[in-house]
Nanobody, 121 residues
């Protein structure tokens, strides 16, 4: 099970820190990805981190503003979001994929319910 938290309403330029807490399986065995979906749009890749935390990937739209990190001992993966823009408004979900990290959502086997992030101008 994956459970996201930390979403909310923030002004343009503000920051939020999302958390993805994992239970029921060993986080060490899974890469974790963050994806988002805005109303009327398809799910899009945001960021991903490999099992050990040494490799990360980011969408071009968030590079330099978002940071993904993890602590396997705490069963938690975070997405630090800074300099937020209105176009970042979406439901953010974390997914787990066994083995190698990937940016392809269809490769992910488990998903959380998501947390809403709204950025107001």
């Amino acid at each position: 099970q994956l459970v996201e938290s930390g979403g909310g309403l923030v002004q343009t330029g503000g920051s939020l820190r999302l958390a993805c807490v994992v239970s029921g399986f060993t986080l060490d065995d899974y890469a974790i990805g963050w994806f988002r979906q805005a109303p009327g749009k398809e799910r899009e890749f945001v960021a991903a981190i490999n099992r050990g935390g040494s490799v990360t990937y980011y969408a071009d739209s968030v590079k330099g503003r978002f940071t993904v990190s993890r602590d396997n001992a705490k069963n938690t993966v975070w997405l630090e979001m800074n300099s937020l823009k209105s176009e970042d408004t979406a439901v953010y979900s974390c997914g787990a994929v066994p083995g190698l990290v990937t940016t392809i959502p269809s490769k992910y086997t488990d998903w959380g319910q998501g947390t809403q992030v709204t950025v107001s101008s």
